[in-house]
């Protein structure tokens, strides 16, 4: 059973323009939301990551937004960029309870067209 | 500093053989993860250390998965009698502390033929 659901699975955007990915989850228990960014051949990176006691964090070009009442989440992504190309998974924990591996979308396949 | 280093890149098993895969985390990380990661998923995670103790071994597939870290420092997974179903990318991640963020290695290839 997915424990955390991502969608879309790909996104074409231009450059320049926004990236929006969501994700979904139904454990109420979780308690931390880490993006992860995974170029071929390489393994997941952190990008941001959130905790429900706030519904917006920002990294520079990097937005997650987080609704606790619709138990979702979503990366954005502004003014995107061909390096952005990847693969982006998002994550959920429930360190709270010392429960400390994270349980992965299926993954967004990005590509920023020049 | 160095990130977290697995080893053999790519390995290529014949369907029966054992196999071990090894994982060197960052310096001084207490904590030691292992996810599979199947061809266009997420990964899934498969087992975890807090220093030499196996404190989640939950999500291995069967019983022919295998982890330690006898020392606390350097892994090794070990998959025995490998099947085609054990085909996968399977990544290491270290982390400082249990709830510190998982530093990811460059993961181990692993096809069965």
């Known amino acids: 059973q997915q424990q955390v659901k991502q969608s879309p699975q790909s996104l074409i955007v231009q450059k320049g323009g926004i990236s929006i990915i969501n994700c979904a989850y139904e454990n109420t228990a979780f308690d931390y939301f880490p993006w992860y960014q995974q170029f071929p051949g390489k393994g997941p990176a952190l990008l941001i990551a959130?905790?429900?006691?706030?519904s917006e964090k920002k990294e520079g070009r990097f937005t997650i937004s987080f609704n606790k009442s619709a138990k979702q989440f979503s990366l954005h992504i502004m003014d995107s960029q061909p390096g952005d190309s990847a693969t982006y998974f998002c994550a959920a924990s429930n360190f709270g309870r010392g429960a400390n591996n994270l349980f992965f979308g299926t993954g967004t396949r990005l590509t920023v067209i020049p | 500093g160095a990130g977290v280093s697995q080893s053999p890149r790519y390995k290529v098993a014949k369907r029966g053989q054992d196999v071990a895969l090894r994982c060197d985390p960052i310096?001084?990380?207490?904590?030691l993860f292992w996810y599979q990661q199947a061809l266009g998923q997420g990964p899934e995670f498969l087992t975890y250390f807090q220093n030499e103790a196996q404190l989640d071994k939950s999500g291995l597939p069967s019983d022919r998965f295998f982890a330690e870290r006898p020392e606390g420092s350097v892994s090794t997974l070990k998959i025995q009698r490998t099947q085609q179903e054990d085909s996968a990318v399977y990544l290491c991640a270290s982390s400082l502390g249990l709830s510190d963020t998982q530093y990811f290695g460059p993961g181990t290839r692993l096809t069965v033929l």
């Open positions: 959130i905790r429900p006691d706030v």
């Open positions: 310096s001084g990380h207490v904590s």
